[in-house]
Each structure stands twice: as structure tokens, then as C-alpha cells.
């Protein structure tokens, strides 16, 4: 109980959330045997960031990184524009489209909310959206990005329960694929009332055509990664790694928009992005330790089921917690410590790993669009100077849609499996 009490109050002061996950675990090996738990304290962390898998996190950070500097967002979204511009509310429908397309790139949410934020969310703006409307439908698109494959949150969850990426790749395809039509279904139903604008005409095949030829080189790095992944040629880490090698062949001798100070900037920024998701994960497995120590997955697993044992009710259960703590907490620092909670007693209801695991990430996706601490609210809130609660306001109707495909996918097993098994990961 110190140890909760200890992180709680040190997450309201305000330290950062790797540092309080690292104090409350010093101090639960503290309470375990004072200075002989405590030496535990530093092999813990070096333990839980030694896995090769993690080695893939930052590669596809940068991979993201270059394609997007490089201009590749605005050809996708020139792409997108051509192929569902013409519905009204085309552009809102554009973002949906695009989300998808630049899923393969970055694997990042927040990636996408703010490259999205500096450039869709001005330009339907200045078609006649209202901005906070604008901010809401890039919300619930940015998700997409870390559903749909490659998915840093995936690798994490992956690499700690010794699940198959690859087949955790292949059954986020489906429910990415699912957000972005159930939302654009949203759009489409409620566009006449909000009276959205689209474009004066469809765009003509040799146009779509034409600009699909400019948008080809980064809508094949997608196939490059899944390709390789889902077809055994690579592992995950060396698809990421393959993904930075294409990403600056056509920076810099495609589109020849690449210098070595932009590289050395974006290194930079790369490595930040990681160092913080890798304190987390570090710090975390001090927690992890003790939990385990403590036997608090086998406590939590009897709670659990001597509530019920009906499966339905127990998955039930989970998604709700995932998305209550997924409201005030970081989602890695989430699934590092409630995955070793939790995923025994999905086992113990007989849940396949994968589909467990494509559970996890989808509710941990969503809770990043939903207050107080949605990290994709923040950031688009930060990039385009539109009040967080404004955008909150609009975004519950795609919020409610896309709760719809995470309950689906939780409790119908055989749809969530359905891509991995065709693939051969089950």
C-alpha cells in the first residue's frame, strides 16, 4: 500500500512519471529487506531495457522522422484528398484516409496528431471548419497510427510477455482499419447537420493516377516493413532498421530534401523521444519486480475471478480498467506494469496471448484521446492553440465509435484472430 500511496502523491506533485515509478520501486525493495532487496535496485533496470526487440523503437522513431520532413505527409494527404475529397466533409474524411496511409510510418499517435495538427487541421480551417471540430476528427485518426502495424506500443507489449510481434502486427490491421471506416462513418452521418463543405468535383482517374505516382515511394515503406515482418524475411527490430535505410534513400536521393544537419536534428529529437520512453520502461521494471515478488498478479487474478469466472465479465473488467488508469497515466508506464497483472488472468479464462495483447493496445490507444491526460489532446491543443476542453467536446462521438470496435474485438475473438491466422500466427 506505501508503495501506491508513494506514486500516487509523487505523480500530483508533478515528477515526471518515469522518476515516480523508479522512487515507489526503490521504495517497495526497500520495504521487501532493506539494503539487500535494494541491490537488486540497478540490475532491474539494466534487465528491463535488455531486450533486442526494444532496439526497434527508435529506428522506427527516426524512419518517422525523415518521411515526415522529407514532405511525404503532404503527398499522402494529396492522395487521401483525391480519393475521398469529393464526399462532403471531404477533407475531415481526407484525415481519416490519411491517418491510415501514414500508420506505416510512424507507429506514434502523437507523431501523427502533431503532423496533422501543423498541416490538416489549418487547411480545413481555412475550408470552413470550425477548428476544435477540425482538432477532434485528428484525434480520433491519430490512434490509428499505433493500432495499425508498425506499433511501438505492440513491441513493448511484445517484447515483455515473449508474445510474437509479428503476430501482434498482424492482428492490429483489422480493428486500425475498422477505427477509420467506423469514424468516417461518423463524419458521413453527421455532415449534413454540421454542415460540412467538400470539394466542387471528383477528382478524374488520370488525377488520382498522377498522384498516387508521387505518393508511391512512401506508400511502399508500409510493405516493406509489414512485408518483411509478416513474411519471415526480417525480424521486427531489422525491419525498422530497413525502414530508416529506404526513409533516407529517398530523402536524399529522390527527393533530395535531406542535409546532414536536418539528419543530426532529427537524431536529436529521436533520441529524446526515446530516452523518455526508456526511463519508463527501466524504472518500471523495478515496480514489475516487486509486483511479481508480492504475488500481486495471483491476488489480483483470485479478486478477479472470485467476482465472476464468466469470461465476458472479466474481459469486461479489464477494458475498464485499462481505460480508467489510461485516463490519468502514460500508456507504456501502463503496460509495463499491469501486463504481468494482467495477462495471467486472461490466460486463466483461456484468452489467446495475441488477442489479449491487441486488447491491451487498442484500450491504451484510446485512452491517449480521452481527458484529463489524452496525450494527443495536448499536443494538438499545443500545435494549433485550441482550448483542450473545446476539442474534448467534440470528439465523443468518435470517442463512443471507437469504443464500439475495442468491445467488438474483446469479446469476438475470432475476428481479432482472424488476420493472424491467415498469416499463420496461430
Known amino acids: 500500500m506505501i508503495v501506491a500511496i ?3 502523491v509523487l505523480m500530483v506533485l508533478g515528477m515526471p512519471i518515469g522518476f515516480a515509478l523508479g522512487v515507489a520501486g526503490v521504495v517497495g525493495l526497500f520495504d521487501m529487506g532493506g539494503g539487500m532487496f535494494l541491490s537488486q535496485g540497478p540490475s532491474k533496470v539494466f534487465n528491463g531495457l535488455n531486450v533486442f526487440p526494444f532496439l526497434a523503437m527508435p529506428f522506427f522513431i527516426l524512419a518517422g522522422e525523415i518521411m515526415n520532413h522529407i514532405g511525404i505527409t503532404s503527398r499522402l494527404v494529396k492522395f487521401a484528398q483525391a480519393l475521398v475529397g469529393h464526399m462532403r466533409g471531404g477533407l475531415a474524411h481526407t484525415n481519416m484516409l490519411a491517418s491510415v496511409f501514414f500508420a506505416g510510418l510512424t507507429g506514434a499517435a502523437t507523431a501523427d496528431a502533431a503532423a496533422f495538427g501543423k498541416t490538416l487541421v489549418p487547411a480545413m480551417v ?8 477540425a482538432c477532434a476528427v485528428t484525434a480520433a485518426g491519430s490512434i490509428i497510427g499505433p493500432t495499425i502495424p508498425p506499433s ?10 515473449g508474445i510474437s ?5 498482424a492482428a492490429g490491421i483489422l ?4 477505427i477509420c471506416l467506423i469514424c468516417m462513418t461518423v463524419i458521413a452521418v453527421t455532415a449534413r447537420a454540421k ?19 508521387s505518393s508511391i515511394t512512401a506508400l511502399i515503406m508500409p510493405l516493406i516493413i509489414l512485408g518483411g515482418i509478416l513474411g519471415g524475411v526480417v525480424t521486427p527490430t531489422e525491419a525498422a532498421s530497413v525502414a530508416v535505410g529506404y526513409a533516407l534513400f529517398i530523402g536524399v536521393f529522390i527527393y533530395r530534401a535531406l542535409s546532414f544537419a536536418d539528419f543530426f536534428k532529427m537524431l536529436v529529437r529521436t533520441a529524446r ?3 523518455v520512453i526508456f526511463v519508463i520502461i527501466a524504472f518500471a521494471s523495478i515496480l514489475g519486480w516487486w509486483l511479481s515478488f508480492n504475488r500481486i498478479p495471483q491476488e489480483v487474478a483470485s479478486l478477479v475471478l472470485g467476482v465472476s469466472e464468466n469470461p465476458y465479465i472479466v474481459i469486461f473488467m479489464i477494458v475498464g480498467l485499462l481505460l480508467m488508469i489510461g485516463m490519468v497515466m502514460d500508456i507504456n508506464a501502463i503496460l509495463i506494469i499491469l501486463a504481468p497483472v ?5 490466460l486463466q479464462i483461456g484468452m489467446d496471448p495475441i488477442h489479449a495483447g491487441i486488447i491491451f493496445v487498442l484500450a491504451l490507444n484510446i485512452s491517449l484521446m480521452t481527458p484529463p491526460v489524452g496525450a494527443c489532446l495536448f499536443v494538438l491543443s499545443s500545435v494549433t492553440g485550441e482550448k483542450l476542453e473545446k476539442i474534448a467536446a467534440q470528439l465523443w462521438p468518435f470517442l463512443l465509435a471507437e469504443l464500439g470496435v475495442l468491445f467488438l474485438f474483446a469479446f469476438w475473438s475470432d475476428l481479432a484472430l482472424a488476420i493472424p491466422r491467415l498469416l499463420g500466427f496461430r
Not at 482517374?205 to 498522377?210: A, D, F, V
Not at 494482467?342 to 486472461?346: D, K
Open 152 to 161: 511501438g506500443l505492440m513491441v513493448v507489449y511484445g517484447s515483455l510477455m
Open 195 to 213: 454542415n460540412l463543405p467538400k470539394n466542387e468535383r471528383r477528382a478524374t482517374l488520370l488525377e488520382i493516377w498522377q498522384i498516387f505516382k
Open 175 to 178: 480493428p486500425g482499419l475498422m
Open 273 to 275: 523521444v526515446t530516452g
Open 165 to 169: 510481434i509479428g503476430g501482434l502486427f
Open 126 to 133: 481555412e475550408r470552413g471548419y470550425r477548428r476544435d471540430y
Open 6 to 8: 508513494i506514486f500516487v
Open 342 to 346: 494482467l495477462v495471467p488472468l486472461t
